[in-house]
């Protein structure tokens, strides 16, 4: 499975945990904001993602980036495992 396919698989297991109903369907255009997932579901993401990926390239940044849209959050995570 690939990198981007598996942060998106993740994000819909999480939503479902966090009860959260996600917009569908995800694309790399659609705003993080307006994904459906709230502040609490992306936290719990990030920390499954550094579970299953062993990084949190957030917390390596030296700058702080927020990602605007699903496609930015997953360019973030290929950066930082080599794989752009």
């Not at 945990?17 to 995800?26: D, E, G, H, K, V």
């Not at 990926?53 to 930082?80: C, K, N, W």
Request: glycine share 6%; proline share 4%; with cysteine.
């Amino acid at each position: 499975m690939d990198l981007q396919t598996h942060i998106q698989k993740t994000l819909l297991q999480v939503a479902e945990l966090a009860n959260c109903q996600i917009s569908q369907p995800l694309t790399d255009d659609t705003v993080l904001l307006e994904s459906g997932l709230d502040s609490l579901g992306f936290a719990m993401l990030v920390a499954q993602l550094e579970e299953e990926l062993g990084m949190d390239p957030f917390s390596e940044m030296q700058i702080a980036v927020y990602p605007r849209t699903l496609g930015e959050f997953i360019h973030i995570y290929q950066q930082a495992a080599g794989s752009s």
